[in-house]
């Protein structure tokens, strides 16, 4: 029987019933295959026991379990059942081929709900106590009983049926606040009261299963873990019913980084969280919110610029526990409007720009301060854009100084183009079919030439209808081809960039293939 005493104390053991409770809550519904998926990770992860789900629920649930227990290697794998007859049997029948298998039965507790759900007596709660633990018992040597409701049961009938069902052969107590209502404080009190009231306690490990209604249930978890609890229930990413269960991720980091306050160990491989937390979320389609604890996608991102400066110089100034260590990718300073020039050129070199000209540095942190104005996030790709555009702007001839284009059902579309050319300012409008044909044509009066449009391509840099439009041009010359990328937050005023850039290209480099005219001396 697993006890409480020795070395043990300190082993905290990690439940999940991501695929039980987790699975149950409205639209969380796994396929069979996606629940094998969740339990094999679940199971690499080293959690000690994966709650798989509830056999008698129907054939599907049955089937899942039942696979799970063939494949699982590594945890215990448990089955739901209530305090019935078919429940149990359903449950002995699907863990069966585990190596290592669980029953978990339960039965309400509190008066209100025996009284109105089970139509009950508390006498007749407490045969039946005896009488579904004694049946597990016969099935298999490891039996979990749950009170439901328990935080809401009165305390001493709650310690005559635990006493009872460890008679009975239970060797796991869980006691759930299932409607989410208690707080730390009360949590740790109860299980350390009824850890210390029932005289045959020691006989079995307590659990703890808390819901999120208040918000509280990993701070509830780990309060009951204070007060001698040594097993918790848990989901990924919190999932379960309602407002969900514990965070299996926060449970696990919040034990392993407050070691000094929480002196116990998990098995959990926690470099494999991030991982599970985006199974579970694609699976499910319930997205991560942006600064979940541990596993959100802000949770190691850095915007202000004084926290970017502070990172630079030691992370742990702004981190308590390293990305690595859950699985994350490296932090990030998130370069918004916020981050400071610090951040600015840090992120230049880590991109690879270590080549760059005081000038060159400043001219490309005042373009990057005026889009992070317009732009919610900036992303690598965007800063790339920026610099690129800069460093070619040094070969650059003509530049694109205004556009103005008329666009929509009623044609002819139009475009008013202004160009510096070699430092002269002209002006041209053209009409077209569409808007990017009179932005062509608006560049052939300005700069005749003879190259033809091979090739004319628009991408969002980056997600988002604030996205950069980045328009990709090739134009053919005599005798080559040459391409330009243009990036703006307007497509058209990219297309005009990217044209322009192609032609620099060309007559730079193949003067003798096109010479740009002087179009007033046409
Ligand atoms: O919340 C709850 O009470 C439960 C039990 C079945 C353990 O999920
Ligand atoms: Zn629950």
């Avoid at 799970?68 to 089955?79: F, H, L, M, N």
């Avoid at 306690?201 to 208040?214: E, I, M, N, P, T």
């Avoid at 400066?309 to 990718?329: D, F």
């Avoid at 992070?372 to 854009?385: G, L, N, S, Y």
Wanted: hydrophobic fraction near 40%; glycine fraction near 8%; aromatic fraction near 6%.
């Amino acid at each position: 029987m697993t006890t409480q005493t020795g070395l043990e104390k300190d082993c905290v053991l990690i439940f999940d019933t991501t695929l039980r409770d987790g699975e149950q809550c409205p639209g969380a519904t796994m396929t069979f295959e996606e629940k094998l998926e969740v339990a094999e990770l679940l199971d690499t992860m080293r959690v000690d026991v994966i709650e798989a789900g509830f056999p008698v629920n129907g054939v599907e649930d049955f089937r899942a379990v039942q696979e799970i227990a063939t494949r699982t290697k590594y945890s215990i794998v448990c089955g739901l059942a209530r305090a019935t007859e078919k429940d149990i049997d359903a449950a002995g029948a699907a863990i069966k081929a585990a190596p290592r298998g669980r029953i978990h039965t339960f039965i309400a507790t509190s008066p209100m709900h025996m009284r109105e759900k089970l139509g009950k007596s508390p006498q007749d709660v407490l045969e039946r106590i005896i009488w579904s633990v004694n049946r597990a018992r016969n099935l298999i040597d490891d039996v979990e009983w749950s009170c439901e409701d328990g935080t809401q049961s009165e305390f001493d009938f709650l310690c005559t049926c635990i006493e009872e069902a460890i008679k009975a052969g239970a060797t796991t107590i869980n006691v759930p606040d299932t409607l989410g209502y208690t707080h730390p404080s009360e949590y740790y009190s109860l299980i350390k009261r009824l850890r210390e009231s029932v005289p045959n306690a020691d006989k079995a490990r307590f659990s703890v299963h808390c819901h999120d209604d208040l918000g509280m249930a990993v701070a509830n978890s780990l309060a009951g873990v204070l007060g001698g609890a040594r097993q918790i229930e848990c989901t990924i990413n919190g999932i379960g019913e309602r407002a969900g269960n514990a965070a299996l991720e926060e449970i696990v980091m919040a034990i392993r980084t407050r070691s000094d306050s929480f002196p116990y160990h998990t098995g959990i491989d926690t470099t494999m969280l991030t991982r599970a937390s985006k199974l579970v979320s694609n699976v499910t389609s319930f997205p991560v919110q942006y600064n979940k604890a541990i596993v959100g996608r802000n949770a190691f991102a850095h915007a202000s610029g004084i926290h970017q400066a502070g990172m630079l110089k030691n992370k742990r100034m702004y981190e308590i526990m390293t990305p690595v260590s859950v699985g994350a990718p490296e932090s990030k300073l998130f370069m918004g409007k916020h981050s400071g020039r610090h951040a600015f050129e840090h992120k230049l070199s880590e991109l690879g720009y270590r080549h760059l000209g005081s000038n060159q540095i400043e001219d490309a942190w005042g373009r990057y301060k005026a889009l992070a104005d317009r732009k919610k996030t900036v992303q690598d790709e965007d800063i790339e854009a920026l610099v690129d555009e800069e460093i070619a702007r040094a070969h650059e001839r003509i530049k694109v100084l205004s556009l103005i284009v008329v666009a929509g059902t009623m044609g002819p579309q139009s475009a008013t183009l202004t160009l510096d050319i070699d430092g002269e300012h002209r002006t041209e409008q053209a009409t077209g079919n569409g808007p990017v044909d009179a932005i062509f044509a608006a560049i052939k009066k300005l700069v005749p030439h003879e190259a033809v449009l091979e090739l004319y391509q628009v991408a969002a840099v980056t997600e988002g209808t604030d996205a950069q439009a980045e328009v990709h041009i090739r134009l053919r010359g005599e005798s080559r081809s040459f391409s330009a990328v243009g990036h703006d937050l307007d497509t058209l005023v990219a297309t005009a960039k990217a044209y322009i850039g192609a032609l620099c290209k060309l007559l730079a480099r193949a003067q003798k293939e096109i010479r740009p005219t002087d179009p007033s001396s046409k």
